[in-house]
């Protein structure tokens, strides 16, 4: 599977919350606001961080386990 086909099948898992700060870093991205400092500053960052987003523990383990 491709990035675009990854990235596109967690998207279609995320919430309409988490689909907002998806976007909000994507358009950082794409006015090209994008720096890694900012990124770790990010209060998308922090989100994705936060034990309520846990699904990506999961998926992370269950990839490194896949290998």
Partial sequence: MNIRQEVLSLIEQLNDEQLLILLNLALCLKN???????????????????????????????ELTAR
């Fill in 32 to 62: 090209g606001k994008f720096s890694v400092q900012s990124i770790v500053e990010s209060e998308a960052y922090q989100e994705w961080l936060s034990a309520e987003n846990d699904i990506y523990d999961k998926l992370f383990a269950d």
